[in-house]
Structures are given as C-alpha cells and as structure tokens.
C-alpha cells in the first residue's frame, strides 16, 4: 500500500482506525523510506545530489553537461586527439652527427592510465652530395621524458646530378604508456647518422603528427 496522503488512508468506512494504518504513515526521512515517490518536481535549490549508487530513469534527462571520468570507460576507448599540422616550405640539410626536430604536438593526459599513440608522416629527402654511405635515421621521441625510439633508417640516395634527389613519405606509429596527467611533447626527430656525411628532410609538404589517449 501507498504511504498515506490523506484521511481515508488512515481511517475505514466506520470511522476506525485502520489496522494497517501504521504502515501508510510517511516516513520522517527518506533514509527510513525504502521507496519514497515526489508528489511534484524536485527543485535542488542550487545544492547537489551526491552519494554512491546508481540512477534507473526510464525518460528523457535534460542537463547542460555530462561529465564522464576517464576510469569509467572501458579499454581501447580514445580519451582525447591532439595535433599539430606545418608547412615545411624547404628541404633541410642535417649536418653530420647532428639531429633535425620536426614540429611538436603537446598533449596533456586526462587518465593516469592510459597509452598515447603517436602518428606521424615525415618525408625523407636525399641528394647525391649527401654522401652514399651516410644514413638519415628517424625516431618518435617523448621530449618530455627524453625518450626516443627509433623508427626507421633512410638510406642515402646516389645519382650523378647533384641536384636530383629521392624523396618519399613513411608513416610510423608508436604507443607510449602513460602514468601521467600533466603535459607530455611528442616529434619526430632526424639524425645524420655519419661523422662527415649529412642527412636530409623534404621539404614542400605539411607536416602532422597526431597524438591519441586511448584508456588501458
């Protein structure tokens, strides 16, 4: 039965008291109330609804934001996408022994344990002067962390115009564990991997890297 509303839940046609009357008196509280029903609209009066627990609604709810923490969602889903898109408007010459940056993406976690996989495309570039038994190498590096992995070895070009040249586009990708919610910088770098013969980068064509959260 439902808790009492008025008289004639308390009360039967003869004017007694009912002998189940008790059991329709409303409770003082909700806490003693296993199943309490609003006679109307909840009004919070700018307070919060707080507690462990679930909602069971079946309808439509009506908010001017959602807020779904990272450790809700399951493995695999993606937490966020950050990148970072230039134009680079010229080949560069790497001196021997020394490294090229491309430009950064900076992303800043939203778990504490998650994986970032970083995506990049850089074009490799070679001319003849380079010098045949010179490398270009290329890594993904969190520069943050001062952590780098390498990728891939470009192998010099040779061609008797010095101003021919060999150039091509790789895609890499890499996944970096994260333990983290402050911010993290991610590039690909280009080294000359020789003591007197350089590496090179093309030019003429925009350069992204994409860094993606994804939840573990």
Not at 61 to 80: K, M
Not at 103 to 111: G, H, L, R
Not at 148 to 175: A, T
Request: aromatic content about 10%; hydrophobic content about 35%.
């Amino acid at each position: 039965m439902s808790n009492a509303r008025n008289l004639a839940d308390l009360l039967d046609s003869t004017g007694d008291v009912k002998s189940d009357a008790l059991d329709n008196v409303p409770a003082a509280d909700v806490v003693n109330d296993t199943t309490p029903q609003l006679g109307g609209n909840l009004d919070l009066n700018s307070n919060n609804i707080t507690g462990t627990g679930n909602i069971d609604i079946t309808g439509t709810i009506t908010a001017d934001a959602f807020a779904l923490l990272a450790s809700d969602l399951p493995s695999g889903a993606i937490l966020q996408v950050k990148s970072t898109n230039s134009y680079i408007p010229n080949e560069q010459t790497i001196s021997p022994g020394s490294y090229y940056n491309f430009p950064s993406v900076t992303i800043t976690p939203k778990s504490s344990n998650s994986t970032i996989y970083i995506f990049t495309t850089p074009t490799f570039y070679s001319r003849s002067t380079d010098g045949t038994a010179s490398d270009t190498w290329i890594y993904l590096a969190d520069s943050t962390n001062n952590i780098q992995v390498k990728m891939h070895e470009w192998v010099n070009y040779s061609d008797v115009q010095s101003h021919f040249g060999l150039r091509l586009r790789y895609p890499f990708i890499y996944p970096f564990s994260n333990t983290v919610t402050t911010a993290r910088e991610f590039r690909c770098r280009a080294y000359a991997n020789h003591s007197s013969k350089y590496g090179r980068i093309g030019g003429e064509n925009m350069h992204s890297i994409v860094a993606i959260e994804v939840a573990n």
